[in-house]
């Protein structure tokens, strides 16, 4: 494992993981498997995994408090497959920041699998998507309902035989009375003899329920009792698209998951391939890639900061932080030709070298940052509707936000100190001098503080890394990887041969798994890449931090009032791309 | 006398008869001594061209937003762009108070039902723009869950190219259908 992590990208490998207290506990039912890029994984077989994986939460020597993902591979055209499905849990131990893949076989006829909901409270949603798109059941599941697809979808898209265009048409949209009733059920202290209740349907298409997230609710006067989210209005089939095109025809889709810091989602995906193709991009390519990352960052905090408080009320913040947006896109602009999806990085470097501007227009960014932000924070920070508004409200505690597998500026105004980019630091994280805000009420004023304060931390970050930028290539000179440059193709014939190969056959990585993530303005961004050697990922899934957050909006929301729900809506900032992707 | 935005053939009257209908009013009313009154206090046009002035310089926007599309319209909404120069910056949220339906996103089959009651719920007259690949064709989104353009399900009126289009191009196609609006006959 040590070697292969040392070639890898991230400087700070992760804690090994001993397989021995969990032999002692199943015996040989549980074993190691090949590490997944250096990620240490066990494979247990389907019967065992509810206990397993209490285990591997519960025992001291594991402490694997956060379920980061759940993800289900269709093996039907690996002919060594043992069985159809393979089922992929992927978990993260906060006390020791260790990771763990657990994988196992699952197969078609009896394909059903025990529910962990009551262990992590984020798998919920998890297995209803794995039921949607791979046709998986979980035993246990209070609510296996399709989720991303709509109600009169027939089959399940990521299955290898679903063909990709076969578009189905939903004729009314569901009424969601079905989930409530369960709620109803399932809540013993329902009946309270309350006959004057409402049920009100908030969204798809709503002001204040930013992109497509829809909401009903059941209000007794205006407090919220029941909150039933839906979602999948923005389903747009990233992981399917991605099975069809080649590794650098993804990166435009990457841009369209969290579409207010593209360049953050094209650096999560690449860095996840190359670190599969086990190669290093240049120092040059590393401190371009920050820059332009936290850059994505402030601009992604500018967008959440200010429709937050628009919906507040505060409608000048808005003027104010869009603007400063507005300065941040001439400089994307100019360096890699678009202002929103700038699909800026290829796997071994980026698109182009960054022209001589850059330096100067970004420092000016520097200077306009602190500008904006503290005009903006004159508005509110003391500003007595604000603080009414916001303070106390939507309140998570810090063990629910890592059980609902929170990452990012959420988990931290929980109080949580955890960062990726300080825990497991890539790309020279670890050597820049910046400090990580934390909250301590994880309400929603905490949320909209964590965001303005961090836009001062990435400003130091990208300070340090202009400062320390070093002059060379930003590609690698990997002809397998990179298209050679224009004169080499004209003039020579290993120049044409290696262009032609790269542009007709792509990159093709080894066979093996990978997973890889990055600190994206949401939070924990990580891509899990399957190869079987072609040019296109076998399978490619986002872990995308937006729909774990979302999964405990209902217990955010409910017993607050309307008006809060709104605020706290607001403050988790969620994206539909990512979270329907 | 002036004639405000004389559009000519469209309603019907020509120009040229709206001109000497307008002078003959005139004329009457120097034969009464009402000159100085009439040409000071009173504008002689059609319906038509009062009409459209109005509406066109006053569209209200609907925005089904739906993705990347919609951040972009947000930055048109902004200071640096500012559709209020173009009359259309009140921007509604319910479909009953707005004309033009600006769809910016990805539609997929999920909110497709949604999306043509809204349409449905705007009163007359209104226009639809597509705002995008995606709103236009369904973009590169050729999948099992994204309706192949909003045109399957509603009428559209202007389609924007680009993913996203520059806030130029969203200020283009307003411009655009104002010309149109100008043109065209007021409905009944
Ligand atoms: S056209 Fe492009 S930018 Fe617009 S919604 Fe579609 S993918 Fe996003």
């Known amino acids: ?581 | 006398m002036r004639f405000l935005h004389p559009t000519p053939g469209l309603s019907g009257i020509p120009q040229e008869d709206a001109e000497a209908r307008s002078r003959e009013i005139l004329q009457r009313a120097r034969i009464y001594g009402e000159d100085r009154t009439l040409t000071d206090q009173m504008m002689l046009t059609r319906l038509d061209s009062v009409v459209n002035w109005g509406r066109k310089n006053s569209l209200w926007p609907f925005i089904f937003g739906t993705a990347c599309c919609a951040i972009e319209f947000m930055a048109v909404a902004a200071s640096h762009f500012d559709i209020s120069r173009f009359g259309a910056e009140l921007i509604r949220w319910s479909p009953r108070q707005a004309d033009m339906m600006i769809v910016g996103g990805t539609v997929s089959y999920k909110q497709a039902p949604i999306l043509r009651r809204i349409y449905q719920q705007m009163a007359d007259p209104k226009w639809v723009i597509a705002m995008g690949a995606c709103a236009a064709s369904g973009g590169f989104y050729d999948d099992y869950c994204t309706v192949q353009g909003v045109d399957k399900i509603i009428p559209v009126d202007l389609y924007i190219a680009g993913c996203p289009p520059r806030p130029e191009a969203i200020l283009g196609a307003i411009r655009e259908l104002q010309i149109r609006l100008e043109r065209q006959p007021v409905r009944v």
């Not at chain 1, 978990?91 to 909901?117: C, G, N, Q």
């Not at chain 1, 369209?256 to 240049?282: H, T, W």
């Not at chain 1, 872990?543 to 217990?555: A, D, Q």
Request: hydrophobic share 35%.
């Open chain 1, 1 to 581: 494992m040590e070697e292969k992590t040392a070639a890898g990208i991230t400087g700070k490998t992760w804690p090994d993981v001993s397989l021995e207290p969990s032999t002692k506990e199943f015996g040989e039912r549980i074993r190691l498997d090949p590490p997944v890029c250096g990620l240490p994984a066990f494979r247990v077989q389907p019967e065992l995994l509810y206990n397993a994986i209490r285990f591997l939460k519960e025992n001291k020597a594991y402490r694997f408090n956060q379920l980061t993902d759940v993800t289900c591979v269709d093996h039907l055209q690996n002919g060594q497959a043992p069985a159809r499905f393979e089922i992929i849990y992927n978990f993260h131990s906060l006390p020791t920041s260790a990771r763990l893949i657990l994988k196992s076989w699952i197969a078609e006829d009896d394909a059903t699998v025990d529910s962990i909901h009551s262990l992590y409270k984020n798998a919920n949603w998890l297995e209803r998507e794995i039921f949607d798109q791979y046709g998986l059941r979980f035993k246990g599941h209070p609510n296996m309902k399709r989720i991303l697809n709509h109600k009169e979808f027939v089959g399940h898209p990521l299955r290898k035989d679903y063909p990709i265009s076969k578009g189905q048409w939903l004729s009314e949209a569901d009424d969601l009375l079905d989930e409530l009733e369960i709620r109803h059920r399932l809540d013993p202290k329902d009946d309270d003899g309350d006959r004057e209740r409402m049920t009100l349907n908030l969204g798809p298409s709503h002001p204040a329920a930013h992109g497509t997230l829809r909401n009903m609710v059941e209000l007794s006067g205006e407090t919220i009792l029941y909150c039933i989210p839906e979602i999948g209005y923005l389903h747009r089939g990233f992981e399917k698209n991605a099975e069809t095109h080649c590794y650098n025809m993804v990166i435009p889709y990457t841009d369209r998951l969290n579409y207010c810091s593209a360049i953050m989602n094209n650096v999560g995906y690449v860095k996840a391939v190359e670190r599969l193709l086990n190669i290093e991009v240049p120092e040059r390519c590393r401190y371009i890639r920050v820059i332009m990352c936290e850059l994505s960052r402030i601009m992604d905090h500018l967008v959440a900061n200010g429709a937050n408080l628009v919906d507040l009320g505060a409608l000048t913040n808005y003027w104010y932080l869009f603007s400063l947006r507005e300065k941040i896109y001439n400089v994307l602009e100019e360096q890699t030709g678009a202002r929103l999806t700038n699909s800026y990085t290829r796997v071994g470097g980026v698109w182009a070298d960054v022209n001589e501007n850059f330096e100067p227009s970004v420092r000016q960014i520097l200077k306009d940052v602190p500008r904006h932000v503290n005009d903006s924070l004159k508005l509110v920070a003391r500003n007595r509707i604000f603080l009414d508004r916001t303070v106390g409200v939507g309140a998570i505690s810090a063990e629910d936000a890592v059980s609902f597998g929170y990452t990012g500026p959420c988990l931290r105004a929980a109080g949580v100190d955890w960062d990726l980019r300080k825990v497991q630091p890539y790309y020279h994280y670890d050597e820049f001098d910046f400090d990580i805000p934390v909250g301590e009420r994880g309400d929603t004023y905490d949320r909209i503080m964590v965001r303005f304060e961090e836009m001062f931390q990435s400003c130091r970050i990208i300070a340090q890394a202009l400062d320390r930028m070093p002059d060379g290539p930003v590609n690698i000179a990997d002809r397998r990887y990179i298209l050679p440059p224009k004169e080499e193709v004209y003039s020579s014939i290993e120049g044409m041969v290696s262009h032609f190969n790269l542009v007709m056959r792509g990159v093709r990585p080894p066979a093996g798994d990978v997973y890889d993530a990055t600190e994206a303005a949401n939070g924990e961004l990580g891509f899990y890449i399957v190869s079987d050697g072609s040019q296109n990922p076998y399978k490619c899934h986002v872990r995308p931090p937006c729909f774990h957050i979302y999964s405990s909006f209902p217990t955010l929301a409910e017993g607050g009032m309307i008006a809060d729900a709104i605020a706290i809506l607001g403050s988790l900032n969620i994206i539909a791309g990512e979270l329907d992707r």
